[in-house]
């Protein structure tokens, strides 16, 4: 019985990678809220990571080291860089593999300053022609690791990246969150050397796809605008779109608005919007959107979470239904991790960061506080590949997305749902008494350790319960398999 079960287990999974990969690769969606805009006054940057169906990304911390300046050669395209000679402490969330590059993707370091990249863009003709990108740029692989452990602030990063692309250039079009517990910046490059970055106001959110998002430049506003230098006479000198009486609009300059974007970007925005701000009437074919928008209700981090999983759900368009590979969801088969990072106001600056972390499908997975003052992260975020195994974080939570898809409808909402809920009801109540625990702890030492500690109890926790729950998910698809015999024999 079991040997067939796990037969039957693996046909599924097979087939369920098979049907995946017809979504495309290298794109990710990302959500700002403004600390005003936020249930408890928290900045919050978060981002689904998408790449490919089954490939494991885990969560790491460096250390603090002062080893004098490095030259850091990237792995995908040897994009090369002479590091500071501090580099601090910061977490990251790379892939299992570093034969293309690391891929961190996300973290936070120690002065409380997060960082998320990339999310993946479009550049028109014109722009690149203009100004191409440079094979030896710098690129997503590289970026996390070559700007996070060397900046103090959200400001500070938007200046190192662009003075990075400044002298040596972008290998590509990309969309960058700086986030510190009073800013959120987001920034994008639209060509080789040509970049904008706007500070999101307090009060607003973004939902933001593949594809340039920035739109009017007030360059005299130096507060919330930032741009490569001579950006506005690059535009007009090369009569790029977007340019009017000394001021530009960066994505109608740099970027794209077309079928494509249709289909596949602009969807996702009104899917975010929609649900954040349902009094505003909006359609899905609509060629243009407001990047800033202001919510009805205040953005808690299970909003986001659900904003993340959005399928179009309760909508003729959902992609679990009828209009399945019509409009490209927010949630799709390709999520490798997700996260949500969040600069809480009332708390010790040692623990104001959280790295919510939820593996494979945030749909079908759950987010786990992680705290960032640590010296090593849970043993099961340490391990995995590009294979099945039954240890690791991603390839459980994993698991439970292919047992789910098959029925997807009846599994969500009977048996995932209930485990998602117990899960994040035990994680509050941890997250709120280890922030009380640390209240009493003044060794840094023991403090490190401590949130250490409570990181790896939180990653058992919720395995365990997703372990039980994979469980119920193999015994209930193998009952439903068709029988077909003569009931005369």
Request: proline share 4%.
């Amino acid at each position: 019985m079991i040997l067939k079960k796990l037969q039957l287990f693996l046909g599924m999974f097979a087939t369920s990678i098979l049907f995946s990969i017809a979504i495309p690769a290298s794109a990710c969606t990302t959500v700002l809220v403004g600390k005003k805009a936020s249930t408890d006054g928290s900045t919050i940057i978060a981002r689904n990571e998408d790449s490919q169906t089954a490939w494991t990304k885990r969560f790491v911390v460096h250390p603090h080291t002062d080893n004098g300046q490095t030259n850091y050669v990237s792995k995908g395209n040897q994009f090369s860089i002479t590091l500071p000679t501090i580099q601090q402490r910061y977490t990251a969330t790379p892939d299992w593999t570093n034969k293309d590059g690391t891929f961190g993707e996300d973290g936070i370091n120690e002065n409380n300053v997060a960082m998320s990249g990339t999310e993946s863009a479009t550049s028109n003709k014109k722009a690149i022609k203009a100004d191409p990108f440079i094979k030896n740029g710098i690129s997503e692989d590289a970026m996390l690791d070559t700007v996070l452990p060397f900046i103090k602030s959200a400001r500070e990063g938007v200046s190192r990246l662009g003075q990075i692309i400044n002298e040596k250039g972008a290998a590509e079009p990309e969309g960058i969150i700086f986030s510190d517990k009073n800013d959120i910046w987001y920034f994008e490059i639209g060509a080789g050397h040509q970049w904008a970055a706007v500070r999101i106001p307090d009060n607003k959110y973004a939902v933001i796809p593949n594809q340039l998002m920035i739109g009017k430049l007030n360059l005299k506003d130096s507060q919330n605008f930032l741009a490569s230098s001579r950006i506005v006479s690059f535009v007009k000198t090369h009569q790029l779109n977007g340019y009017q009486d000394g001021t530009i609009n960066f994505a109608a300059a740099f970027g794209t608005n077309d079928k494509t974007d249709a289909q596949y970007n602009r969807p996702r925005v009104w899917d975010g919007q929609r649900y954040l701000t349902p009094s505003k009437k909006q359609s899905i074919t609509q060629k243009h959107f407001s990047m800033l928008m202001t919510p009805d209700h205040k953005i808690s981090i299970s909003t986001v979470g659900k904003v993340l999983s959005l399928h179009f759900n309760g909508t003729k368009y959902d992609s679990t239904g009828k209009w399945v590979n019509h409009y490209r969801p927010i949630n799709v088969p390709t999520n490798m991790e997700s996260h949500i990072i969040q600069f809480r106001q009332n708390v010790p600056d040692k623990i104001s960061g959280i790295q919510w972390l939820a593996m494979a499908s945030p749909d079908t997975s759950v987010y786990i506080p992680f705290y960032t003052d640590i010296n090593n992260t849970p043993s099961q975020y340490q391990i995995g590949t590009d294979s099945y195994d039954n240890q690791s974080a991603y390839w459980t939570y994993k698991l439970t997305k292919t047992l789910v898809n098959p029925y997807y409808n009846e599994f969500v909402k009977k048996y995932v749902r209930p485990a998602q809920q117990n899960v994040n009801n035990a994680l509050q109540t941890n997250l709120e008494e280890s922030d009380q625990k640390v209240r009493s702890i003044n060794d840094s030492t023991l403090l490190t350790n401590f949130l250490t500690q409570e990181n790896q109890q939180n990653a058992d926790l919720a395995q365990k319960v997703f372990n039980n729950l994979n469980k119920t998910l193999i015994d209930q698809s193998t009952a439903k398999t068709p029988i077909y015999q003569n009931p005369n024999l």
